[in-house]
Every structure is written in structure tokens, then in C-alpha cells.
Nanobody, 124 residues
Framework: QVQLVESGGGLVQAGGSLRLSCAAS????????MGWFRQAPGEERDFVAA????????AYADSVKGRFTISRDNAKNTVYLQMNSLKPGDTAVYYC?????????????????WGQGTQVTVSS
């Protein structure tokens, strides 16, 4: 089992940057592909980015390509989401998730474990 704890959210002006972290418990972290999702008020949960267990494969939502970067440090059991050029439309609760399915996946149903989320608010 994996427990996930996100951090790094906050309030930032449009054009600014934030780096989210997701710390995982358990020695099997390196076995999991990881993803970031977000959910704005009144909206469905949306895929943001994903990374394979080795870090060799990544995927991004079109809305964040070129602005967000997902990475991981298996020695620290942590996955990161670097967010640059933030827009008000990026405002949401951001969740990290872990999948044993294999390969990058954009579908939330493929992820077995979820964190509690961290709020990101981008002001105009």
C-alpha cells in the first residue's frame, strides 16, 4: 500500500510559478507510475501529467504542455510538478496518484492510490 501526501500549493499571481511535491510512503514507490490530476469547483477531475516508474516516459494534458513538468526522485519517494506561466484557469485542487497498471495513463480509474490534494489558486 502507498500513502501520498501533496504539498507546495498556494496563492500565486498569473504568470508565476509553483512546484508541487508528492511524498509517498512505502518501499515500493519505485514500482508505481505516478500522475497528477486537478479538480476545479463544480468541475470534473482532469488529468494533468503522468510519469512512468523509471521517469523515462511522461505525458501531459494539452492545456499544460510547455508550462508544466513532471519529475520524480525514487530515492526520495517523491514526485514533483513544476508549474510555470500559471493562469487563472489553472486554479484547482491538485491531486497526485499512484498506478501499478504499467505505463503512463491519463485515466483516473487506472490509479489505485490518491493523496488528499493541495489547493492552487492563481489570481489575475
Amino acid at each position: 500500500q502507498v500513502q501520498l501526501v501533496e504539498s507546495g500549493g498556494g496563492l500565486v499571481q498569473a504568470g508565476g510559478s509553483l512546484r508541487l511535491s508528492c511524498a509517498a510512503s512505502g518501499r515500493t514507490f519505485r514500482s508505481y507510475d505516478m500522475g497528477w490530476f486537478r479538480q476545479a469547483p463544480g468541475e470534473e477531475r482532469d488529468f494533468v501529467a503522468a510519469i512512468t516508474w523509471s521517469g523515462g516516459g511522461t505525458a501531459y494534458a494539452d492545456s499544460v504542455k510547455g508550462r508544466f513538468t513532471i519529475s520524480r526522485d525514487n530515492a526520495k519517494n517523491t514526485v514533483y510538478l513544476q508549474m510555470n506561466s500559471l493562469k487563472p484557469g489553472d486554479t484547482a485542487v491538485y491531486y497526485c496518484a499512484a498506478s501499478i497498471k504499467g505505463g503512463v495513463t491519463t485515466h483516473g480509474d487506472d490509479y489505485e492510490y490518491w493523496g488528499q490534494g493541495t489547493q492552487v489558486t492563481v489570481s489575475s
